[in-house]
């Protein structure tokens, strides 16, 4: 199956600092969406971004699929940045009983200090 | 529209129980998922569902595990018998019905499982 590997597994960075955070993948997809976990769980959408690229506030999301690799911006960052990033995507090859498939990364774990 | 919802949050239970789970997806959305995250994890896959069609299962999937979605509206998700490596945070998702695999998925809030 499909390889997901995020980098770096951990970042701890000051409040104010920029970042990215990278994910790559082993084959085509035709899916990628990178999430947010809160402290309690639960998974925050981020970006739909099977290819090119998206902004929201200070985050931003650019995926090259024929580079089979996707980063994740955070700028001036702050301390509610803070959990686990994931990178989730479905593989060109997945047929229609497989489209709720999505294959995830282990995660970033990002620390904001004050 | 509130989102994906799940119940219970919590769940402690003894070895060899049943446990039932329930998750009410986003309005209008045909397609459901379960999946399942232990700690340090990513969430893995558990089933999918369109409508109340159940078209795939992973080999995660224990036989003690059975997910329903009986209306093609909320699911189910049971294990029987349950067993200290089933402990975990148990997610659904749902999406649109869209084109073919191009469709976002939004996740619940969970239900954390701890079995004693």
């Keep these: 199956g499909i390889q997901v590997e995020q980098s770096p597994p951990d970042l701890i960075l000051q409040e104010g600092a920029n970042s990215t955070l990278r994910c790559n993948f082993s084959d085509s997809v035709n899916n990628l969406q990178w999430f947010h976990q809160n402290p309690w769980g639960q998974l925050i959408n981020l970006f739909y971004i099977p290819s090119g690229t998206k902004q929201n506030g200070r985050l931003s999301a650019t995926t090259v699929a024929t580079e089979r ?33 999505l294959t995830f990364g282990q995660g970033t774990i990002l620390t904001v200090h004050p | 529209d509130t989102g994906v919802s799940q119940n219970p949050r919590h769940k402690i239970t003894k070895r060899g129980q049943n446990v039932t789970f329930r998750c009410d997806p986003i309005s209008e959305h045909n397609r459901l998922y379960w999946y399942r995250q232990t700690l340090g994890q990513g969430p893995e896959f558990l089933t999918y569902f369109q409508n109340e069609a159940q078209l795939e299962k992973s080999r995660l999937l224990s036989d003690r595990f059975s997910a329903e979605r009986p ?40 239900t954390r499982l701890t079995v004693v």
């Design chain 1, 69 to 101: 690799y996707s980063l994740l911006y955070i700028s001036s960052s702050q301390t509610t940045d803070s959990g686990v990033y994931f990178c989730a995507v479905l593989p060109s090859d997945a047929g229609g009983t497989s489209y709720g498939k």
């Design chain 2, 71 to 110: 209306k093609g509206s909320f699911s189910t998700l049971e294990i029987q018998r349950t067993e200290q490596g089933d402990s975990a945070m148990y997610l659904c998702a749902s999406s649109q019905p869209g084109a073919g695999p191009y469709t976002e998925a939004f996740f619940g809030q969970g």
